[in-house]
């Protein structure tokens, strides 16, 4: 083990255990939950030991500064620390873990920025508790409104704006015109850097994608005495939008998943009267993400039709192709001599990308797997990305 393997690895054994679920092997580091808010204190002292003052946006935003913050012109990297539900180590945390180790990489060689360096920490990305992707990055880009985004509300009631103790500040354009560059490290999400035998990749783009709740209405009644004719039952329409979802997708070369459904009442001996599914689905062009959803939607109408149920469809967020600056791209994958990959998870590099220029390193997963315990990587890779991400810091920031 090198050196910085070794520093990355006793770096990493600080957060490791926090949040982890015993049963499942799994991550539940919700958004402002006791894990996620340890993990944000120790975000804190970590920037106090490198003498880096840290600064929140009102949103929920940890920064983390290395040089004036007045100055301007600053090199923005970092990611999150929430999980979905039952989620891998690495989606989030590495992008912090590395950033830090890039510092310091950085001043043990001696190097100065002329420019400022930004660690940060962005809240909900994964939008497992209140149900909207990227919530910290799109509050501060001004990509969601102060209203709606306060309002949103956990499976148990808490409202995000209660959940963070304040009414969210919203965008910040003085704080984003600060910052002249965003470079996210985050682990590759695919088995394309072991298919290529490289470990760190550079991101093109990232494919438009969204969440789309469908709700499914008919008539609550007794499982054993309602005739199978007399039934508006709500759970064959959803069932059959899943297969559609399904199908449309495989018909396109898109992305479709169901994997969160609510029912009422929810008893084994009762015909709902309510069924809700969240479909999120993805695309490599916009028109085919618009056609598959459109698909699905028009094959559940006609389905609902035939139940005597009733459909209701809502779009809860929705986020256009990101080609990220392909410049920088370009410049970053010659740097390094890394291969450039497209990819279809959403990132708050991918809000990012409409308002400054932004790049993605991606750090080898053998198994290919994420949002899930099986997601991994391994301390030399990590320690390859990070020294990936202090010469991407070196050249923008110290030149």
Same mark, same amino acid.
């Given at each position: 083990?090198?050196?910085?393997?070794?520093?990355?690895?006793?770096?990493?054994?600080?957060?490791?255990?926090?949040?982890?679920?015993?049963?499942?092997?799994?991550?539940?580091?919700?958004?402002l939950?006791?894990? +996620?808010?340890?993990?944000?204190?120790?975000?804190?002292?970590?920037?106090?030991?490198?003498?880096?003052?840290?600064?929140?946006?009102?949103n929920?935003?940890?920064?983390?500064?290395?040089g004036?913050? /007045?100055?301007?012109?600053?090199?923005? &990297?970092?990611?999150?620390?929430?999980?979905?539900?039952?989620?891998?180590?690495?989606?989030?945390?590495?992008?912090?873990?590395?950033?830090?180790?890039a510092?310091?990489?950085?001043?043990?060689?001696?190097?100065?920025?002329?420019?400022?360096?930004?660690?940060?920490?962005?809240?909900?990305?994964?939008?497992?508790?209140?149900?909207?992707? #990227?919530?910290?990055?799109?509050?501060?880009t001004?990509?969601?409104?102060?209203?709606?985004?306060?309002?949103?509300?956990?499976?148990?009631?808490?409202?995000?704006?209660?959940?963070?103790?304040?009414?969210?500040?919203?965008?910040?354009?003085?704080?984003?015109?600060?910052?002249?560059?965003?470079?996210?490290?985050?682990?590759?999400?695919?088995?394309?850097?072991? +298919?290529?035998?490289?470990?760190?990749?550079?991101?093109?783009?990232?494919?438009?994608?969204?969440?789309?709740?469908?709700?499914?209405?008919?008539?609550?009644?007794?499982?054993?005495?309602?005739?199978?004719?007399?039934?508006?039952?709500?759970?064959?329409?959803?069932?059959?939008?899943?297969?559609?979802?399904?199908?449309? /997708?495989?018909?396109?070369?898109?992305?479709?998943?169901?994997?969160?459904?609510?029912?009422?009442?929810?008893?084994?001996?009762?015909? !709902?009267?309510?069924?809700?599914?969240?479909?999120?689905?993805?695309?490599?062009?916009?028109e085919? *993400?618009?056609?598959?959803? @459109?698909?699905?939607?028009?094959?559940?109408?006609?389905?609902?039709?035939?139940?005597g149920?009733?459909?209701?469809?809502? +779009? @809860?967020?929705?986020? !256009?192709?990101?080609?990220?600056?392909?410049?920088?791209?370009?410049?970053?994958?010659?740097?390094?001599?890394? !291969?450039?990959?497209? &990819?279809?998870?959403?990132?708050?590099?991918?809000?990012?990308?409409?308002? *400054?220029? &932004? /790049?993605?390193?991606?750090?080898?997963?053998?198994?290919?797997?994420?949002?899930?315990?099986?997601?991994s990587?391994?301390?030399?890779? #990590?320690?390859a990305?990070?020294?990936?991400?202090?010469?991407?810091?070196?050249?923008?920031? #110290?030149?």
């Amino acid at each position: 083990m090198t050196d910085l393997a070794g520093r990355f690895r006793r770096l990493w054994d600080e957060i490791a255990p926090v949040g982890r679920d015993a049963g499942s092997g799994g991550y539940l580091r919700y958004a402002l939950t006791e894990p +996620e808010v340890w993990l944000r204190e120790w975000f804190r002292e970590q920037a106090d030991r490198r003498g880096m003052p840290v600064h929140s946006d009102g949103n929920g935003n940890l920064f983390a500064w290395w040089g004036d913050p /007045a100055a301007g012109e600053a090199v923005l &990297t970092g990611s999150h620390f929430d999980s979905v539900p039952h989620g891998g180590a690495y989606d989030g945390p590495l992008g912090i873990v590395s950033a830090f180790l890039a510092v310091d990489e950085l001043r043990a060689a001696g190097v100065t920025p002329v420019r400022p360096v930004v660690v940060g920490a962005f809240v909900e990305e994964e939008g497992a508790r209140f149900g909207v992707p #990227c919530l910290g990055s799109r509050l501060l880009t001004g990509e969601i409104a102060v209203e709606r985004a306060a309002g949103l509300r956990d499976a148990a009631g808490v409202s995000f704006a209660d959940a963070l103790g304040d009414r969210p500040a919203g965008a910040d354009p003085a704080l984003l015109g600060r910052f002249a560059a965003f470079v996210e490290l985050h682990v590759e999400q695919g088995r394309a850097l072991v +298919e290529q035998d490289a470990p760190v990749a550079v991101a093109s783009a990232i494919w438009p994608h969204g969440r789309w709740r469908f709700d499914f209405h008919g008539e609550g009644n007794h499982a054993g005495t309602t005739r199978m004719v007399d039934r508006r039952d709500p759970m064959l329409t959803y069932a059959f939008t899943v297969l559609a979802a399904n199908k449309e /997708a495989r018909l396109r070369d898109a992305h479709a998943t169901v994997a969160r459904v609510a029912v009422e009442p929810n008893a084994t001996n009762a015909i !709902p009267s309510r069924v809700t599914g969240w479909l999120d689905a993805r695309a490599a062009e916009p028109e085919t *993400l618009h056609g598959l959803v @459109e698909a699905v939607r028009a094959k559940a109408a006609e389905r609902a039709r035939r139940d005597g149920t009733e459909l209701a469809l809502t +779009e @809860e967020s929705a986020t !256009p192709l990101v080609a990220f600056d392909g410049g920088l791209a370009k410049r970053l994958a010659t740097l390094l001599d890394a !291969p450039v990959l497209p &990819t279809g998870a959403g990132h708050d590099a991918g809000v990012l990308a409409a308002h *400054l220029p &932004t /790049a993605m390193l991606f750090v080898r997963n053998p198994t290919g797997v994420s949002h899930s315990p099986a997601e991994s990587a391994t301390d030399a890779d #990590c320690a390859a990305g990070v020294t990936a991400l202090a010469r991407v810091l070196e050249e923008l920031a #110290c030149r």
